[in-house]
């Protein structure tokens, strides 16, 4: 077990608490011990991260469904990349839609990777083990 | 009453042909009153001529009779003379006038009575000039006074006088009837001036008649193409949105419905994962202590949910299949076209190439007949539409027979048709209809597929302005036809990089 920083804090954005489950999981399974900020709708993670919670240090990573109940995720997108604090933060956008214009259109919003939810469970575990693999390569942001 | 295209020819050549008839009715007239103008003036003359000899005949007899008076007096020859220039010319002159008068049309009795007449005046006057000659003149006086010459004289003058007014009155006749051919003649003329008159006007009131029948059955067709467009404009928009809405819909339930069945599947496999440990447990258990173990328990944790798992599994991939075919018919109805020039039979010759594996694994050959035309629609579509056919010619071949697929073409002024015949299985006829509906298929259920495939090549079809339909009998093969339009038509929805799902 690596010793991972604790303070960085990977923020999820998803409204299907299965999902949720299962990323963590697998999350875990590859290695990723680090904190996970779940969050159920776009509200609430964006008071998190832009709101008056507004977190001391950045998060590692955001975690973002496209499809949530009172917000496209694109527009979370948007408001994180022109945040100029959060705008190096990756956005990782994992979720069910694979069709070519919304993929297009959210890596030109700035987010680093696009994965579909796979409904093969296999392919998904897959998915969100690359994704542990990813953030093994990611420095981490120096404290400013 | 509507004057129609034939019925106008009719009307007009009659009206032409009264024309023409009155305008030839009218010269005849002429050439014929001009005719009887000239005898009538001919008449007249000869008449006065008749008139002017038998005065002239009068006057050589009464000259005759005054030379001969003037010698019986005088007894001097020389007063003979005139009686021997008389006697000299009425030889001549007398059969002269009998002829004009016969020829005038006259008595030809009455002039040979004045001949006979004559004669005897003649007769008379060289009896008593020859007495007087011979010395005898009192005998010749005598015949003089048996007045044998006066009566002769005075007959003679009365059948002068009536040739005269007989021939007056036929030359006044004459002149009537020139009169009256003239009047006839400006009648004639004024009749056929009048009716050609009618005639220049009803061909002209017909022919304006005619063209405003046209006129209006022009404005008409006008009016009903401008109804008629706006009408399929209407249709069209509103078939585009029907057409749009069902494509998002399901384009947003075929996503919908992917995210809980990517719970079943994640968790399910969870569950087997779960169930591994246990399984592990159960066989140590059995190996430690096995009056702990129930055959329930067993059952349950080695085949019950095992069983349960995979049916979980294998139906919740069907379902992501299905839902795939979905979101897939959807996307292809949101695509944009790119047309392009295509030369279809390169096209489908480059189609046969790759699925020649396929045709050589099952004994199969497919023949291409030329004259395959160019055509301007989307590649993409064009290959999707005959990769399918074929690839469904090849799936369902009858095994008892060497697979035959032909593709053969033809170009009509709008469309081009294709032809995929097969001498597979066959279709039955009843599902002739139903085999292009999605998730619906026909026979025998042993090949894989999820009856995915014709619904796809219908939507390609009618979006390139086109139609699939199949003719099939059983046992002998099927045949689908493919309509594509020479030039597909423009896209009818702009799908842009806004519209989300959301």
């Known amino acids: 077990m690596n010793a991972a920083p604790q303070a960085v804090t990977i923020v999820m954005v998803e409204d299907d608490e299965g999902h949720a489950r299962l990323i963590e999981k697998n999350l875990k399974r590859a290695g990723v011990f680090n904190e996970v900020r779940h969050f159920l709708n776009g509200t609430a993670a964006l008071d998190f991260l832009v709101g008056h919670g507004r977190p001391e240090h950045r998060p590692l990573l955001v975690l973002l469904d496209l499809n949530l109940p009172d917000m496209s995720g694109f527009d979370i997108l948007a408001r994180l990349k022109a945040d100029p604090q959060l705008k190096p933060v990756p956005v990782i956008v994992l979720t069910t839609t694979d069709d070519e214009r919304e993929i297009r259109r959210c890596y030109e919003l700035g987010c680093s990777v696009y994965i579909t939810k796979p409904v093969n469970y296999e392919t998904f575990a897959q998915a969100v083990r690359q994704l542990g693999l990813f953030l093994a390569v990611i420095q981490v942001p120096p404290t400013p | ?374 055509i301007h629609s989307d590649r993409l579509a064009v290959e999707q539409i005959f990769g399918n056919l074929v690839d469904n010619a090849v799936k369902y071949l009858d095994p008892g027979r060497p697979g035959r697929i032909t593709i053969r073409g033809r170009t009509t002024r709008s469309h081009v048709l294709v032809e995929v015949e097969d001498n597979g299985r066959g279709i039955d006829p009843r599902d002739h209809g139903r085999i292009f509906e999605l998730f619906r298929r026909s026979g025998r259920q042993d090949r894989p597929g999820e009856g995915i495939g014709l619904a796809y090549v219908r939507a390609l079809a009618r979006r390139l302005g086109g139609d699939v339909e199949c003719r099939s009998t059983p046992g002998l093969g099927s045949t689908f036809r493919v309509t594509l339009a020479l030039t597909a038509p423009a896209n009818t929805q702009t799908p842009s990089a806004e519209d989300s799902p959301a």
């Not at chain 2, 042909?17 to 005898?39: D, I, K, P």
């Open chain 2, 1 to 374: 009453m509507p004057i129609d295209k034939s019925m106008f020819g009719r009307l007009s050549m009659l009206l032409m042909a009264t024309g023409f008839a009155a305008l030839l009715a009218s010269g005849a007239g002429m050439v014929w009153l001009v005719g009887e103008t000239r005898s009538f003036a001919t008449g007249v003359v000869s008449s006065q001529d008749v008139r002017i000899a038998a005065s002239q005949l009068l006057s050589l007899v009464q000259d005759a009779e005054t030379g001969q008076r003037g010698f019986l007096l005088t007894g001097e020859e020389r007063y003979l003379a005139p009686y021997r220039r008389a006697v000299a010319d009425l030889p001549r002159e007398l059969p002269a006038l009998v002829e004009r008068i016969i020829a005038d049309g006259g008595d030809a009795a009455a002039a040979r009575a004045l001949q006979q007449q004559v004669e005897a005046k003649l007769a008379e006057l060289a009896e008593t000039v020859s007495l007087a000659q011979s010395g005898a003149v009192e005998e010749a006086l005598a015949v003089v006074l048996t007045d044998r010459g006066k009566v002769v004289m005075d007959a003679i003058r009365q059948a002068v006088a009536g040739i005269e007014s007989r021939s007056l009155a036929r030359g006044e006749a004459r002149s009537e009837g020139l009169a009256g051919n003239a009047r006839l003649l400006l009648a004639g003329a004024g009749a056929a001036f009048l009716l050609m008159l009618a005639v220049t006007i009803g061909a002209g009131l017909l022919a304006r008649r005619y063209t405003q029948a046209l006129e209006a059955a022009q404005a008409e067709v006008t009016a009903a193409n401008t109804s008629l467009e706006e009408r399929v404009g209407e249709r069209t928009a509103a078939l585009a949105a029907a057409n749009d809405e069902v494509q998002r819909f399901a384009y947003i339930v075929s996503h919908d419905l992917r995210a809980p069945l990517v719970n079943v599947m994640g968790f399910t496999t969870e569950l087997e994962a779960a169930v591994a440990p246990l399984g592990a447990l159960i066989a140590a258990v059995e190996r430690e202590a096995p009056a702990l173990i129930t055959p329930e328990a067993r059952a349950a944790v080695l085949e019950d949910i095992p069983e349960a798992v995979g049916f979980i599994r294998s139906s919740t991939q069907r379902m992501d299949r299905l839902i795939n075919a979905i979101l897939r018919l959807s996307r292809e109805g949101r695509r944009l076209l790119h047309p392009e020039p295509i030369d279809l039979e390169a096209l489908i010759a480059g189609l046969a190439a790759t699925q020649q594996h396929q045709l050589d694994e099952a004994g199969a050959s497919l023949a291409l007949a030329p004259g395959l035309p160019r």
